[in-house]
């Protein structure tokens, strides 16, 4: 299947900064790339889908002023955290689709908002 | 849009028992269904998918079934192993292409297997 790296792993911040979590296809150009937040003992829940060279589609009830997408490049896409509050810590999960269907998911990026 | 229900939520089975998890859909435009092992602080790992035209697909101790008529589809693990223990998500989509590719989860299955 499709390799896809995030970074960081881990990140803490202090609440009011900002953080940048990118996602990277590295056997695949992903013209769609999804991100997704988990929080504990929940499942998956769709954030946006990123859409190389355009602007993303943002899931209802989330903020895209908040949640910044940018997927510039076909193995780029980031997602950058503003203004975190200690509600924002989650797990954060990008996935890319490779073939006809399958989505393959990046390792994921754990956010503890101090 | 979709819905995709899940059952059980939690699951325990002695090692070498078999286990099911089942899930509906509702949505009767959804032609693909994979299934997602996680472990604790892990990524989704697929572990097997299967798509509109197939009933059934199998791949050693893992298998899937699809009944469209109905709208659920079911994951079987025979033989379980304690490595077995784990979150099972399954998931429904419309297909590849933009926001088409989506994938709508269900909530999850933790699968614990008792040595």
């Known amino acids: 299947g499709a390799v896809v790296s995030q970074h960081p792993s881990w990140v803490i911040c202090k609440s009011g900064t900002s953080v940048k979590i990118e996602c990277r296809s590295l056997?695949?150009?992903?013209?769609?790339m999804f991100w997704y937040r988990q929080f504990p003992k929940q499942s998956l829940m769709l954030m946006a889908t990123?859409?190389?060279?355009?602007?993303?589609?943002?899931e209802q009830g989330v903020e895209k002023d908040k949640f910044l997408i940018n997927h510039a490049s076909l193995t780029l896409s980031t997602l950058t955290v503003t203004s975190a509050h200690p509600e924002d810590s989650s797990f954060y999960i990008c996935?890319?689709?490779?073939?006809?269907?399958?989505?393959?998911f990046g390792p994921g990026t754990r956010l503890t908002v101090l | 849009g979709e819905n995709v229900e899940q059952h059980p939520s939690t699951l325990s089975v002695q090692e070498g028992d078999s286990a099911v998890i089942k899930c509906t859909y509702s949505?009767?435009?959804?032609?693909?269904f994979p299934w997602y092992k996680q472990e604790l602080g892990k990524r989704p790992q697929l572990i097997i998918d299967?798509?509109?035209?197939?009933g059934e697909k199998k791949d050693q101790r893992i298998a899937v079934t699809l009944n469209k008529t109905a709208k659920h589809f079911s994951l079987h693990i025979t033989e379980t192993q304690p490595e077995d223990s784990a979150v099972y998500f399954c998931?429904?989509?419309?297909?590849?292409?933009?926001?088409?590719?989506?994938?709508?989860f269900g909530r999850g299955t933790q699968l614990t297997v008792w040595p």
């Open positions: 990123s859409n190389e060279g355009s602007k993303a589609t943002y």
């Open positions: 998931a429904a989509s419309k297909g590849r292409g933009s926001t088409l590719g989506r994938l709508y």
């Open positions: 056997d695949f150009q992903a013209t769609t």
């Open positions: 299967i798509r509109s035209n197939v």
């Open positions: 949505d009767s435009a959804s032609n693909y």
């Open positions: 996935s890319e689709s490779s073939g006809p269907d399958t989505q393959y």
